[in-house]
């Protein structure tokens, strides 16, 4: 079963990297990503909207099957909701009925293996949604705990990531502790 199943997946992969076009922007996302599940950092790519970032992102986790998983975080500050997302990415199914601590419990169990990279799309949403200047960024201290465990994972976002950042650093929390654990930040050109 287990060479079927081997074979299956190359014959996936193979399809497609052959369906698939790579912009010289594409090709710079492809890159920090190869970079992030070799190093086992946490990296951030920026840029504008509707350049292709998302797009070449899915297609870099489609051709890792197996090795890569790419969620986009969902909008508001509901914890439950931003673990079940990851669930589903993860492919661990649909805990509509657990807790949000369960699902986290869960998901965690599952990244911290570190066998799978963990590609975030809409990053800037891991800020918190109401006044940032009053909101306590969870997710991002979340999500730092697991780099400092060596979970690979890769923020995709807009130029706003920057401008949340700012807003949040205004209740006293520290970004020096999020840059410090940056292990390349990519900006992408503005046009293709």
């Known amino acids: 079963l287990l060479p079927a199943l081997r074979a299956y997946m190359q014959a996936w992969i193979s399809a497609r990297e052959a369906a698939t076009v790579v912009t010289s922007l594409g090709q710079k996302v492809c890159d920090v990503l190869d970079y992030t599940a070799h190093s086992k950092s946490m990296t951030l790519v920026e840029g504008f909207a509707r350049i292709g970032k998302s797009f070449s992102a899915r297609a870099w986790c489609e051709q890792h099957a197996g090795r890569a998983r790419f969620v986009e975080v969902p909008t508001g500050n509901a914890d439950k909701d931003f673990f079940l997302a990851l669930a589903r990415g993860l492919g661990l199914g649909n805990f509509t009925q657990y807790k949000a601590g369960e699902i986290r419990e869960r998901v965690e169990s599952v990244l911290l293996t570190g066998d799978l990279l963990l590609c975030l799309d809409e990053a800037t949403r891991l800020w918190p ?3 940032p200047r009053y909101g306590f960024p969870k997710r991002i201290n979340w999500l730092m705990s697991l780099a400092n465990q060596g979970v690979p ?6 130029p706003q ?3 949340r950042q700012k807003a949040v ?3 006293g929390w520290n970004s020096a502790q999020f840059i410090g654990r940056l292990g390349h930040y990519e900006p992408l050109p503005r046009d293709l």
Do not use: D, M, R
Not at 153 to 158: D, F, P, Q, V, Y
């Open 129 to 131: 949604e109401v006044n």
């Open 153 to 158: 994972i890769c923020l995709i976002g807009t």
């Open 161 to 163: 990531f920057i401008e």
């Open 169 to 171: 650093e205004q209740t």
